[in-house]
């Protein structure tokens, strides 16, 4: 069976890896701590194809440890037992290195199985995720663990690697393989720091390509054509999924067009045209507000075009969309308001509905003052009466602040003007 070029063209040693100069530069922490020979239970956080794996290798030779493998998706609680068995023996002289692929996927009992033997040290654990460790990875697995964040691969460190990868793809075959120019700097980028997955798209290209008097001649268009959309990272399910919304929303409130577009853009790439819509009424709603009211039902008339009509043609609406929401004032005194009130609900501050606001009711024996007294604003100048609206016990309550924007001012001018309060808030 033919070994996969991202296994064949795997770094060696730890200066062999690309990126990752955070961790593994001179001097760095991690680094640092595989040269000194003492090996902490550690967690790589990162997404895939950045060396997660390839480091835990070097660390076991590096260490000259004995070096289990698991898979969190495939694995059990048996594979972990059978591990365990191997503690103590000829086996693992020096002590067993378990690398544990994908930790996410274990339960809490299946990674309470370790403790033990990582509390003794019988067991150093390696644990890889490309979840949040601190949301996934029991906690007393995490207190015993340093977390080392691995971050994509910048495409200037991915481009030796697939420069070398054709080489090697050359010399297999026995031919000349040239490219245009482009080509490499074109797969680096668009892997999406994803060494693995640049190696994928260079063997691609070579078997695409018919050769030609004993050579292969690599084209930009056939590169480009291999490798649309996988720059991007999305998972439905994962932190990227989040990220993406929490930049795109974040993008709107800071009124960025141009960042907020490009995140509309990975959202609709990635088909994900419902959360785009989500989050667009959301930001509307939330960050412009009462700043520019009729902005709900104009973004939610053009969430519902977008809806209406599918892509690709949903982009057009919703671009318009996140443009006005971008260049429109801003107020959270509304979302703010409610907050306040919601806290006060949430603590028991409510009490009784004041009698001339409620429904209706039959008085009873025990009221010395009969009727409700409720005062109609439309009969009044104005169409307003000053009567009190909240419980007793939260009849002093200031939840609402003007915001400092031009239609709130408006109408604090007006109200300021009506009730006499010369309010300026």
Known sequence: MPVPLAERIRPK??????????????????????????????????????????LA?????????????????????????????????????????????????????QQQTLLEHIEKGTITLIASTTENPYFYVYNAILSRSTVFEFKPIEPQDVIPAVTRAFDILASDKGENITLEDGVALH??????????????????????TV?????????????????????????????????????????????DPDAALHYLARLL???????????????????????????????????????????PEARIPLADAVVLVCNSPKSNSAYLAFDKALSDIKSGKSGNIPRHLQNVHCDGEDNPVKGQFYTYPHDCPNHWVKQQYLPDA???SVYYTFGDNKSEQAAREYWSKIKGTGDKK
């Open 187 to 208: 797969i680096a980028k668009a892997c999406g720091g994803d060494v693995r997955k640049a190696m994928n798209s260079v063997e691609l290209c070579v078997l695409s």
């Open 13 to 54: 040693t730890i200066d062999d890896i690309v990126g990752q100069r955070h961790l593994l530069g001179d001097n760095k922490p991690l680094r640092n701590i595989i040269l000194s020979g003492e090996l902490p239970n550690m967690i790589f956080y990162g997404p895939s194809g950045v060396g997660k794996t390839t």
């Open 57 to 109: 290798s070097i660390i076991a030779k590096q260490t000259n440890r004995h070096l289990v493998k698991l898979n969190g998706t495939t694995a059990g609680t048996a594979d972990i037992k059978e591990v365990i068995s191997q503690v103590d023996t000829f086996l693992a002289p020096n002590g067993i290195l378990l690398y544990l692929d994908e930790i996410q996927y274990f339960n809490k009992k």
């Open 269 to 311: 790439e990635a088909g994900d045209l419902p959360s785009a819509c989500r989050r667009l009424m959301v930001c509307a709603c939330e960050d412009v507000g009462l700043a520019y009211p009729m902005i709900i039902p104009i973004v939610k008339a053009a969430v519902d075009t977008a809806l209406m009509v599918g892509m």
């Open 394 to 396: 939260l009849k002093n």
């Open 211 to 255: 050769p030609e008097n004993g050579s292969r001649f690599i084209r930009l268009e056939t590169a480009s054509s291999l490798t649309q959309k996988s720059a991007m990272r999305y998972d439905r399910d994962g932190d990227e999924h989040y990220d993406i919304l929490s930049a795109f929303q974040k993008s709107m409130r800071g009124s």
